[in-house]
């Protein structure tokens, strides 16, 4: 037999809680901090200034554009991100334009 068994106080993987929180591993949770994490540094900064209504407004229409647009659909399953910043970046322009 090999020594390279397991001890008595090793714990068993049944044991251990494998279903953490997104927060645990610094991911944010509510739609306005992913919406941010979304955007780039400088539209971040700008959308940061904005007050919490309007945070939560963009917010909002991002997560409705990433729901609707199936061209996003094919795109999250290559890069979950580059689909969330490209819909960040349609909401704002459509903000802007």
Known sequence: M???RPTADWRC???INT???DEEY???MDSVARFLAA?????????????PEEQERLAAAW?????????????D?????????EAAR???????G
């Open 39 to 51: 955007l780039n540094p400088q539209d971040r900064q700008t959308v940061d200034a904005e007050p």
């Open 77 to 85: 399953e290559l890069s979950p991100v580059a689909a969330e910043a």
């Open 2 to 4: 090999s020594d390279d």
């Open 26 to 28: 610094g991911m944010p």
């Open 63 to 75: 997560e409705s554009e990433l729901e609707a647009d199936a061209e996003l659909d094919t795109l």
């Open 13 to 15: 993987w049944a044991e």
């Open 19 to 21: 279903l953490s929180s």
């Open 90 to 96: 349609r909401v704002l322009d459509r903000r802007d």
